[in-house]
């Protein structure tokens, strides 16, 4: 019986230090109020055009986001939810540009995220599939 006490406690003892150590989420940015730089989108690198930042921020308390998309800016609501994330009727401004595809693909991959992490200082959104979709990285 004491040797399965002593595994026993073992165990406990490697369980605790183990959610203890990678409980470290101080160490991430917060999703509302961070401003989010997009790097990746759809598995493929995103190089912004001159000084044209794909931006992302969470307002917590009016449930909003807003940011820059390759030709427009842009907002409407959000839904979180735990990990979940969804995003209500995005609205933006009707600017033409070189880049209206980039931006047609960055609406099209708003509309397929379900959830979403943040590591240190990078954001990961999800499809509903579990795969990455698309990328930031805090401002």
Known sequence: MRPLYIILLLVTVIFAAGCSSSGSSSNNKPLTGTEWVLYEIGGNKYEAAAGKDVTIKFDGTEQNVNGKAPCNTYGGPYIKSSNKLYFGGLYSTEMA???????????????????????GDKLYFYDNGGLVIARFKAN
């Open 97 to 119: 540009c070189d880049e209206l595809k980039s931006e047609q693909e960055y609406f099209k991959i708003l509309g397929k995220v379900f959830s979403y992490r943040i590591s």
